[in-house]
């Protein structure tokens, strides 16, 4: 039932900004054609990326899995387990809610929050869409954040260790 | 065909058919900004606030990742600052508000709230040394 409903907020999205252009053009038509034309150019634009991405995303659909991380989170310690929480949070895919019964499951065994932290900040980096990003803004930039954000991701997993050590959460 | 190609074909096919509809709205939309609206117009010219206007916006749009880098991509193109558009994106992906209601149940409201809150506060600092680093390259 959710799935149905978030497949159709994007289309009542769609709807909107249809709407929006009826409405502009019966004020202002002469903007509607540029604004269709740019429109255009984006899509022309980012259609050979698509193509990629989707090879990426059956690649990583074809071999990754909720219970192949599964067997490699929350098993080791030390520096370790931050590493395997930034790798099990860039390589997850799909919705985030797919996710959380899987980390609910990994408190249960005594993975700390920092861990689920650092994992959940991961899923910011996405194998599949960097050519979507490199397209836009080249892979110096894709680069730079990525290390940042995995940086920046155990970071935020130690001070919610330390959270939790002082009996907050 | 194998079982298994089968599913992630399917799995992936319907992951971008689902982004789709919010592409094509965003790619319009951004094309009717870009005509109607001047490129003066967007947003300040401090870095902080812009980022925290980046930030703010990230935190409150969901979807896939695919639609920010579209959109922030299109931002930088009208004049919007890298920082800004950073912030948003980082945001975009690490902020949940829309999931944080599942979050809460899930995983607890103490830890959902604070991982949002921080990572609203990290979106920002991201942002300011990502860009910080590309000006030493």
Redesign the interface.
Known sequence: MKKTEKSYAGWYFLLTVAILYVIIGLFKIEVILPALKFSLKIVRNILPVFLVIFALMVAFNLFISPYAVRKYLGKSSGSRRWLIAVGGGIISTGPIYMWYPMLKELRKEGVQYGFVATFLYNRAIKPPLIPMMIAYFGWKYTVVLAVVMATISVIQGIIFEKIEGGGFL | MDA??K???T???R??S?????L??V??????T???IPKFFYFSKNAVLDSIIGSGLGSVLA?N??TS??L???L?KQGVS?VTV?SF??AW??V?LV?LP??VI???R??AI??NI??FA?SI??AI??VF??GL?
Do not use: D
């Open positions: 298994r190609l599913s992630a074909l799995k992936s096919a992951a971008m689902n982004s789709l509809p919010v094509a709205g790619v319009l939309l951004v094309g009717l870009h005509t109607l979807g990742p695919l880098y579209v922030g991509g299109e930088v890298l950073t994106l980082v992906v690490t949940g999931q599942a979050e899930m995983l607890g103490r830890f604070l991982r921080s990572s990290f600092i991201v040394i990502t680093i590309l390259l």
